[in-house]
């Protein structure tokens, strides 16, 4: 691995360690770093999920392991947030509706560990801070 990139692979694990900071709507994201190299996240196949979404939880997105059930914390990439459509959804960065409450999200990357981290749903990805233009 290049060294760049293992180094913004360090900074990005650190930056999820610190378990992310909640938006106003009490949904828990990762702080973009303010300056340096772009930092993007890894992508890694994250079991199927199922989305969950409930306001009025102190954390209120996370995820239910279609596998075994458990249930899992999830800290999201900066810009994300709570929308409604009329229910509420979860919006990313770009102001798109990415998630319904009871969605199956099959294809993910992020870390693995317990929050996860999300930096990739679909064919999107989310970097920590975007690759200069």
């Not at 900074?11 to 610190?18: E, I, S």
């Not at 929308?83 to 319904?100: E, N, T």
């Amino acid at each position: 691995m290049p060294r760049r990139q293992a180094l913004s692979l360090v900074v990005a694990v650190a930056l999820v360690a610190c378990g992310g900071r909640p938006t106003p709507s009490g949904l828990r994201t990762i702080d973009e770093p303010p300056e340096g190299p772009p930092i993007l996240c890894p992508p890694a196949a994250l079991l199927p999920f199922r989305i969950v979404i409930d306001p009025a939880q102190p954390n209120p997105v996370w995820g239910i392991a279609l596998a075994t059930g458990e249930r899992f914390e999830i800290v999201w990439p900066p810009g994300f947030r709570i929308g409604y459509a009329p229910d509420p959804v979860l919006i990313d960065s770009r102001g798109r509706i990415v998630a319904h409450s009871g969605d199956v999200i099959a294809d993910a990357g992020g870390s693995g560990s317990d929050p996860v981290s999300i930096c990739q749903l679909g064919d999107e990805q989310y970097p920590l801070r975007p690759a200069p233009s």
